[in-house]
């Protein structure tokens, strides 16, 4: 996965480099299968799936008494800023 930002704190270079390594990876993948282009315009969207997939991870693993509403809003803004800034 080509996610290089902070889990709680989304930041706009983290945001820059996230698409720069996925860039990267594209550039060697596709030589060796191609993607559609709905498929390499679905990455931001892959991006939050796997970043609220490690939530689930947390709550499995910790049980829900390891969150509070202030983890909760921390994702919150993580996800509006993550679509705020891939918006086409």
């Known amino acids: 996965m080509c996610d290089m930002t902070d889990y709680f704190m989304l ?12 860039q990267k990876f594209l550039s060697g993948y596709s030589k060796y299968h191609a993607l559609s282009l709905e498929e390499v ?6 991006v939050a799936i796997r970043h609220f997939q490690l ?6 693993v910790h049980g829900i ?3 509070d509403e202030q983890f ?6 993580w996800l509006n800023q993550w679509q705020e800034s891939n918006r086409l």
């Open 11 to 22: 930041k706009p270079e983290d945001i820059e480099l996230t698409k720069e390594v996925y």
């Open 41 to 46: 315009l679905s990455f931001p969207d892959w």
């Open 55 to 60: 939530q689930a991870t947390i709550l499995e």
């Open 65 to 67: 008494d390891c969150i």
């Open 72 to 77: 909760i809003d921390y994702q919150l803004y």
